[in-house]
């Protein structure tokens, strides 16, 4: 395994230096907020055809086609400690995690104060064709954003949005909602408690679709998850 590790310098945004005079007391003011302004970025190639990324960590997570034949990671982060990207070939596979230093905050609920651990980090990553893409997950909202492979998702709780669903997709999740458009899919969803509405129809537990062999398969598995589909 070996880390990505960056330092970035910080740079005030143009109204927090607009005189010398108001300066100081500015960069007290919004020095937290200037400092949370925190970007990593990591480009590079490989060979593996599977791809495996943790999102451990993070609260948004996007996935989006690469136009090249490089995977590129940027990682946005509000804390302003070192951020780190783990990289690890492994049978063949890539393995992505991402180590993001929690922010605590402390809110006052009925005079008792409760201390919030937030990471306040998202990834948008772009991968080339030929690759498929498992994702790992607690609570994490994900977006495909039309990735022409195919992809498998593992979280506990979250938003997937999916757009034009182009490949394989499986999914599993205890809570959240899916969305999706499919044209050409077997389709094969369940929820135990969720609502399952396909295009303008609602469904209690379960949705079958079968069109053929060859076509893309589509599922999803949960308990709680509301699952919203287009197909038409």
Same mark, same amino acid.
């Given at each position: 395994?070996?880390?990505?590790?960056?330092?970035?310098?910080?740079?005030?945004?143009?109204?927090?230096?607009?005189?010398?005079?108001?300066?100081?007391?500015?960069?007290?003011?919004?020095?937290?907020?200037?400092?949370?302004?925190?970007?990593?970025?990591?480009?590079?190639?490989?060979?593996?055809?599977?791809?495996?990324?943790?999102?451990?960590?993070?609260?948004?997570?996007?996935?989006?086609?690469?136009?090249? $034949?490089?995977?590129?990671? #940027? =990682?946005?982060?509000? *804390? %302003? /400690?070192?951020?780190?990207?783990?990289?690890?070939? &492994?049978? !063949?596979?890539?393995?992505?995690?991402?180590?993001?230093?929690?922010?605590?905050?402390?809110?006052?609920?009925?005079?008792?104060?409760?201390?919030?651990?937030?990471?306040?980090?998202?990834?948008?990553?772009?991968?080339?064709?030929?690759?498929?893409?498992?994702?790992?997950?607690?609570?994490?909202?994900?977006?495909?954003?039309?990735?022409?492979?195919?992809?498998?998702?593992?979280?506990?709780?979250?938003?997937?949005?999916?757009?034009?669903?182009?490949?394989?997709?499986?999914?599993?999740?205890?809570? $959240?909602?899916?969305?999706? #458009? =499919?044209?050409?899919? *077997? %389709? /094969?969803?369940?929820?135990?408690?969720?609502?399952? &509405?396909? !295009?303008?129809?609602?469904?209690?537990?379960?949705?079958?679709?079968?069109?053929?062999?060859?076509?893309?398969?589509?599922?999803?598995?949960?308990?709680?998850?509301?699952?919203?589909?287009?197909?038409?």
């Amino acid at each position: 395994m070996f880390i990505i590790h960056y330092k970035k310098s910080f740079s005030c945004r143009s109204f927090f230096c607009s005189t010398k005079n108001n300066f100081i007391l500015l960069f007290l003011l919004f020095s937290s907020v200037i400092l949370s302004q925190k970007k990593v970025v990591e480009k590079f190639e490989s060979q593996s055809k599977e791809i495996e990324i943790s999102t451990i960590g993070l609260d948004n997570f996007v996935l989006e086609n690469s136009t090249s $034949g490089f995977i590129e990671i #940027t =990682l946005f982060a509000e *804390n %302003i /400690n070192d951020q780190h990207i783990f990289l690890e070939n &492994k049978n !063949d596979v890539l393995k992505v995690e991402f180590k993001i230093a929690e922010i605590q905050t402390e809110e006052t609920v009925f005079r008792k104060y409760i201390t919030k651990r937030l990471h306040r980090a998202f990834v948008i990553i772009k991968i080339p064709k030929g690759k498929k893409v498992t994702i790992f997950g607690d609570e994490i909202n994900i977006e495909s954003k039309n990735y022409q492979e195919d992809v498998t998702i593992f979280i506990e709780k979250g938003i997937v949005k999916l757009n034009q669903v182009k490949a394989n997709v499986s999914i599993k999740l205890y809570e $959240g909602s899916v969305y999706g #458009t =499919l044209k050409n899919s *077997n %389709i /094969n969803v369940t929820s135990k408690t969720g609502k399952i &509405k396909v !295009d303008t129809l609602f469904y209690k537990k379960n949705y079958i679709k079968k069109i053929q062999k060859n076509k893309n398969n589509f599922s999803v598995v949960t308990i709680k998850a509301n699952i919203f589909l287009t197909t038409k």
